[in-house]
C-alpha cells in the first residue's frame, strides 16, 4: 500500500512536470508565431534587427534590448519620440548620421529613416550654415515629398538632447552605384530608362524652385517593389530665389559629378542636368569622372571608354550637351532635355497621373453633332480599343490621352520600354493607326486626331524633313508651345475649348511625330482610310 502510494506521488510529480512543459512549449509556439507575424509584416527584417535598438547617442551607439527604454551603457532614450527605434547605421557625412529604423507606433513596424544632426564643421558660421541646409532638407521634403518618386517627409523636429532630426520614408532597394557594381556598365536602353523617369522629377523640383546639387548615382534608388526610379538626399537641395537665380551660396555637392558654376557656389537649374550627364557616363563606362574628362585637353574623353558597349548617335549628342561646361550650351531644362529626347529617340513620354489639381471642367462649344456611325474597331494586334472608345464618349480628355500613349506602347509591344524606336512607328500596323484616329475624330466632331494634327503641320510648310522652327511653330498652333516655351504635361487642355489639333499629345511626347505623319499617310495611300 506504501510503495502504491509512493508510485501514484511520482505520477502526479511526472503528470505535473509534463504539464510544466506542455505550457513552456505553447509560450515558446506563441513567441515564434509573434516573431513569424513580425516577420512577415516586416518584410526584410532579420531576427538580429528585431531583438536590437541601436542607441542614438553619436558618442555610444551600443546595441540594446527592443525592451529597453534607455541604454543601457549611457541612458540615453532609445525611442525617438516616443515612437521610433533605430536598428541600423546606414551612412554618415558632414552633416550627421542617418539610421534605418522602425515605426513602433504602426502595426506593421514598417520601416523609415532618421536622419540625425551632427556635424562635422567647426567653427560658428560653418555649423550655422550645417544648421540650415539641415532644415532646408526637411523644407524640401515637405513640399516635394507629395510626388510618388521623392521620399515622404514624416517628422522634423529638435529633441531633448538639442539636436535636431527629420524621419522619412525608407525606400528599399539599391542605388545606382550599388546596382552598377552588381550588374555592370549601363548599356543605351538603361541610359534611355534612367533618363525618361528621372527628367521629370527634376522638372518637378524645379518648378518648385529647388536645385538638388547633388545628383549622382549613389542618389538615385531603384525601388525593390515596383521598379521605379526614386531621387532621395535633398540634404544638399536648394531653394532658388525668384528675383535671382544665379546668387551666389555655399558650395555644395559631390566631387566629379558637380557642375563648373556650382563649384564657385553659384547652382543653376541646368547645374542639375550637368550631374545627371555625368551620371549616364558614368554608369555607361563604369569609370570615374575624373578619368572620363581630359584635364590637359579640357574635354570629355566619355567615348574612348566605352567597351563593348555602344552607344547611338543621338544619345551621345545629347549626353554631350548635358555635360557641355558652359551654361549657355547646356540644356536650360529637364523639359527641354525630354523634347530633345521625344525628336531624337521617338520617345513616348507616358503621361503623368492625374491630379486633382489639373482636372478641367469640360465645356462643350457649339461644334457639329459628331456623327452616329460605328466605327469598327480593328486592329492588327488584336488590341482591345473599348476603353479609348468609352473616355472619349464621356469626354474624359485626359484618360482617352493617357490610353492613346499607352495603346501605341502595346501596339508596338513597347510597354515595358515606354518608348517607340522610330521603326516601330514606321512598321505602326495601319488597321490600329486608324482606328486610333477614328477614334479621336468621332468624339471631338473632328477637332482632335493625328490626321488633324498632320493637316496643321503640313500647313505651316512642314514636310517629312525636320524643321525645328516649323516644329516649334507647329507646336505654337496646337497650343502646346506657349511664348516660345513648350509647355508641361499638366498645363495641357483636356477640353474641347482648346485649339484644334491639342489632342491627343502622343505627336507632341513622341517627337517623331513627323514620322508618324508619314505612316499616316503612307496607309491612307495603302487603302486605309484615316478618315481625316
Known amino acids: 500500500s506504501y510503495q502504491l502510494s509512493v508510485i501514484s506521488y511520482q505520477l502526479s510529480v511526472i503528470s505535473y512536470q509534463l504539464s510544466v512543459i506542455s505550457y513552456q512549449l505553447s509560450v515558446i509556439s506563441y513567441q515564434l508565431s509573434v516573431i513569424s507575424l513580425l516577420l512577415t509584416e516586416t518584410s526584410s527584417l532579420s531576427l538580429f534587427e528585431l531583438t536590437m535598438s541601436l542607441c542614438l ?17 549611457c541612458r540615453f532614450q532609445l525611442l525617438l519620440k516616443d515612437r521610433y527605434r533605430a536598428i541600423k547605421l546606414i551612412g554618415q557625412g558632414g552633416f550627421g548620421k542617418t539610421f534605418q529604423a522602425i515605426d513602433e507606433d504602426k ?25 540650415e541646409l539641415f532644415k532646408e532638407e526637411a523644407i524640401s521634403l515637405d513640399n516635394l515629398g507629395q510626388h510618388p518618386q521623392i521620399p515622404s517627409l514624416y517628422a522634423y523636429f529638435t529633441s531633448n538632447d538639442g539636436r535636431q ?114 551620371t549616364c557616363i558614368y554608369l555607361l563606362t563604369g569609370i570615374s569622372p575624373f578619368e572620363l574628362f581630359d584635364v590637359s585637353e579640357h574635354e570629355w574623353v566619355w567615348r574612348q571608354h566605352l567597351i563593348n558597349n555602344p552607344v547611338s548617335v543621338e544619345l551621345g549628342k545629347i ?39 489639373t ?60 518608348y517607340l524606336k522610330i521603326e ?12 486610333i484616329n477614328q477614334l479621336w475624330l468621332k468624339y471631338s466632331q473632328g477637332k482632335f486626331g493625328i490626321s488633324v494634327q498632320k ?14 522652327q516649323k516644329w516649334n511653330a507647329f507646336g505654337t498652333k496646337v497650343g502646346w508651345r506657349v511664348n516660345n516655351k513648350w509647355l508641361y504635361y499638366d498645363q495641357i487642355t483636356f477640353s474641347l475649348k ?26 491612307a495611300m495603302d487603302g486605309v482610310s484615316s478618315r481625316g
Open 424 to 435: 516601330d512607328i514606321d512598321n505602326f500596323p495601319c488597321e490600329d493607326l486608324a482606328t
Open 57 to 73: 547617442n553619436p558618442d555610444c551607439l551600443y546595441n540594446n534590448d527592443p525592451t529597453d527604454k534607455f541604454c543601457q551603457k
Open 455 to 468: 493637316r496643321i503641320y503640313e500647313s505651316l510648310g512642314g514636310s517629312s524633313n525636320y524643321d525645328q
Open 359 to 418: 482636372i478641367q471642367e469640360t465645356v462643350l462649344p457649339a461644334f457639329p453633332a459628331a456623327t452616329r456611325e460605328e466605327i469598327n474597331l480593328k486592329s492588327a494586334k488584336e488590341i482591345d480599343y473599348t476603353n479609348l472608345r468609352d473616355f472619349l464618349a464621356q469626354e474624359k480628355w485626359q484618360e482617352a490621352d493617357q490610353e492613346t500613349a499607352n495603346l501605341f506602347l502595346k501596339v508596338a509591344d513597347r510597354t515595358k520600354e515606354k
Open 498 to 523: 482648346a485649339p484644334w489639333g491639342h489632342l491627343p499629345t502622343l505627336v507632341w511626347g513622341v517627337g517623331g511625330g513627323i514620322i508618324l505623319f508619314s505612316r499616316l499617310e503612307t496607309c
Open 107 to 131: 502595426p506593421s513596424k514598417p520601416y523609415c529613416v532618421i536622419k540625425q544632426f551632427f556635424p562635422s564643421a567647426q567653427g560658428s558660421n560653418a555649423l550655422k550654415k550645417a544648421a
Open 165 to 278: 532630426y527629420l524621419v522619412q520614408e525608407y525606400i528599399e532597394g539599391e542605388n545606382l552605384e550599388q546596382e552598377l557594381q552588381s550588374e555592370g556598365v549601363f548599356n543605351e536602353e538603361k541610359i534611355k530608362h534612367l533618363l525618361l523617369e528621372i527628367l521629370p522629377i527634376l522638372d518637378f523640383i524645379h518648378a518648385k524652385r529647388v536645385i538638388h546639387r547633388d545628383i549622382k548615382p549613389a542618389n538615385i534608388i531603384r525601388r525593390r517593389s515596383d521598379n521605379k526610379i526614386i531621387l532621395v538626399d535633398f540634404g544638399a537641395s536648394k531653394f532658388m530665389p525668384i528675383a535671382n537665380l544665379s546668387l551666389t551660396g555655399t558650395v555644395i555637392g559631390s566631387a566629379g559629378y558637380i557642375a563648373p558654376e556650382q563649384s564657385n557656389g553659384k547652382a543653376i537649374n541646368s547645374s542639375d542636368l550637368y550631374s545627371l550627364g555625368v
Open 319 to 357: 549626353l554631350d550637351k548635358l555635360i557641355e561646361f558652359g551654361t549657355k550650351k547646356r540644356y536650360q531644362s529637364a523639359g527641354e532635355v525630354l523634347q530633345e529626347l521625344a525628336v531624337k529617340l521617338a520617345f513616348v513620354i507616358p503621361p503623368k497621373p492625374r491630379s486633382q489639381n
